[in-house]
């Protein structure tokens, strides 16, 4: 489904008038009796609330208010991914349209990626390593289909005959920034959502998939309010529920940027010719590496894609079996790949801050009951999330 058709089924579920464009909120003051929040607009216009939640996007002035940091640039908490992404879209007649959602194609530095978006219709995306500005200050003289027919040549040519039949009008580039988790969500009856608070990269497509499972819960928490007193706790609720899922998403895009882009080659291969004799081809280590995972990856994706779309049920804070299954396999991968993308391989403390993305430190010492030595693994979870989501935030 496009992006535009969800969009517009939610604005036609809405009443008239409760959506307002061209006056956006700039900033917000929570009331000097604890209830109830000020939104301040572009325009200079007050508007009143029980609540007020952030969902303006990556550079958010919801956020920026909350933590008083600047909206984007240094300081902002968002920071350039060092990779850049090109997209469009179009009407592609593909040989097996409505049969294979999702395509990859991957390769040294860059991949390519095409989705079926129903009616006909795909939507591509072209990663790659480039420095920040790329987009701008990199000269395209014959277009930017050309640009980059050139620099997928000699891979399949369904990547070719996208470019070709895309519209150069529809091509655009963006420069790709993220943030690390774990920041604040709330602040009295103010909340986060969506980019504002758990920025990632595309490589999943789960942007818009977490600010939707955002939301649900949100409103599961806010429907179960019977006075003004409680928002402020449920909004902390709301919080608790998404900070460890959407983290672990956060890492999981990241970690599938750098594990392509930077650990994926062409495949080692050993073969013998015609003479008799034997040929080494791509036997680096990247190469090497790519060779040992083929096995392993269509496990971990089977695990991820269970993980993303039905194997955590947002009850609690932490989903522990879905968690663990996750580790097991991507654990796996991270060692492999260790040489390669360093510091997603890293590990600090109980965050496993490559795969999971977290920005934690956590003493895993003070986690283990003394007596006996038994291992309490309610204690691990009680303090992964404080660590995330502290009781006076």
């Known amino acids: 489904m496009e992006r535009q058709t969800l969009q517009q089924i939610y604005f036609d579920a809405l009443p008239r008038g409760v959506v307002e464009y061209g006056d956006a909120v700039v900033s917000y003051e929570i009331n000097s009796d604890g209830y109830g929040v000020r939104a301040i607009t572009e325009s200079g216009r007050i508007v009143h609330g029980d609540c007020l939640i952030g969902a303006d996007g990556i550079w958010s002035s919801i956020r920026s208010t909350m933590r ?3 909206v984007r640039g240094e300081g902002s908490g968002c920071t350039y991914s060092g990779y850049t992404v090109f997209d469009g879209e179009l ?4 040989i097996d349209n409505g049969e294979v959602g999702y ?5 040294p530095k860059q991949y390519f990626v095409a989705c079926d978006i129903g009616n006909g219709k795909y939507h591509w ?3 790659m390593a480039k420095p920040e500005g790329s987009s701008i200050e990199e000269d395209k003289p014959n277009g930017t289909s050309v640009y980059l027919q050139n620099i997928f040549d000699g891979w399949a040519h369904d990547i070719k005959d996208i470019m070709q039949s895309t519209v150069e009008k529809d091509i655009g580039q963006r420069d790709l920034y993220d943030q690390a988790p774990s920041k604040k969500w709330t602040d009295g009856n103010v909340a986060l959502l969506g980019d504002s608070v758990h920025t990632m990269m595309p490589s999943l497509w789960q942007g818009g998939c977490q600010a939707i499972e955002d939301a649900y819960v949100l409103v599961e928490e806010l429907n179960s309010v019977s006075s003004r007193d409680e928002i402020e706790i449920k909004l902390r ?4 529920r998404r900070v460890v899922r959407s983290a672990v998403v956060q890492g999981l895009s990241r970690f599938a940027s750098d594990i392509i882009i930077r650990g994926f080659d062409t495949p080692a291969k050993i073969r013998k010719i015609e003479d008799g004799t034997i040929k080494f081809e791509n036997c680096n280590y990247a190469g090497v590496v790519t060779k040992l995972l083929q096995p392993i990856l269509p496990l971990f994706f089977g695990i991820q894609f269970t993980f993303l779309f039905s194997g955590w049920r947002n009850n609690s804070a932490l989903d522990l079996n879905s968690a663990l299954r996750l580790l097991l396999v991507g654990g796996a991968i991270l060692l492999i790949c260790s040489g390669i993308v360093e510091e997603s391989a890293l590990f600090a403390g109980l965050g496993f801050e490559g795969l999971l993305g977290l ?5 895993i010492g003070s986690v283990f009951k003394t007596s006996n030595d038994v291992f309490d693994i309610s204690d691990v979870v009680d303090a992964f999330v404080h660590k995330l989501v502290p009781n006076e935030s």
């Open 237 to 240: 609720t709301y919080a608790r």
């Open 103 to 107: 395509k990859v194609y991957i390769g």
């Open 125 to 127: 995306y072209a990663f």
């Open 359 to 363: 920005d934690l430190d956590i003493n």
């Open 68 to 70: 008083d940091e600047p």
């Open 91 to 94: 009407a592609y007649d593909s």
